[in-house]
T-cell receptor, first 112, second 111 residues
């Protein structure tokens, strides 16, 4: 069964510093991997989707990489801002039904 | 942008009540999902539907049922609410190979 791990569980950085968030998975036979952001008490907002054939995806200050062979994905957020404070989750899709396996998330605090 | 609307943000129900959670999407997406999210347990899949009138059990379907009579609407039903069903419920939708989009969630409290 696929297991998805996100370490660390929490992270605090000063404004302006680059953020590096890690996601690891045990089964490399994935369809795709998706990164989400969740604000307290809200639903999840999709940030980036990386297909299994891709190595990275970029959107603005966000860049996500995927290394299937090592079972890892990294989300980079450049020049962090207090508005980036949230919980970031990664999710891996393994099967044809499209069910996702979620990590527990990394809670990020960006201090002014 | 995909819009996924959950009918209630907060809901308080009594033990034994039948509870309906409604979810509507505006993008004609085929697949719809119901998750619950609990501290320490993360997101867990309850049910999903890959097309109208089709449904599949997820990881924790016990105590729940679903209905999808129209493509845009996916309802989660708690047949007889219990206190261990107090949780945040999240609906999501997508087309195959496209990103998953979530609604804002319904915080259900069962007393």
């Amino acid at each position: 069964k696929q297991e998805v791990t996100q370490i660390p569980a929490a992270l605090s950085v000063p404004e302006g510093e680059n953020l590096v968030l890690n996601c690891s998975f045990t089964d490399s036979a994935i369809y795709n991997l998706q990164w989400f952001r969740q604000d307290p008490g809200k639903g999840l907002t999709s940030l980036l989707l990386i297909q299994s054939s891709q190595r990275e995806q970029t959107s603005g200050r966000l860049n996500a990489s995927l290394d299937k062979s090592s079972g890892r994905s990294t989300l980079y957020i450049a020049a962090s801002q207090p508005g980036d404070s949230a919980t970031y989750l990664c999710a891996v899709r393994n099967d044809s039904w499209g069910k996702l396996q979620f990590g527990a998330g990394t809670q990020v605090v960006v201090t002014p | 942008d995909v819009k996924v609307t959950q009918s209630s943000r907060y809901l308080v129900k009594r033990t034994g009540e039948k509870v309906f959670l409604e979810c509507v999407q505006d993008m004609d997406h085929e697949n719809m999902f119901w998750y619950r999210q609990d501290p320490g347990l993360g997101l867990r899949l309850i049910y999903f539907s890959y097309d109208v009138k089709m449904k599949e059990k997820g990881d924790i379907p016990e105590g729940y049922s679903v209905s999808r009579e129209k493509k845009e609407r996916f309802s989660l039903i708690l047949e007889s609410a219990s206190t261990n069903q107090t949780s945040m419920y999240l609906c999501a939708c997508r087309d195959p190979n496209s990103p998953l989009h979530f609604g804002n969630g319904t915080r259900l409290t069962v007393t």
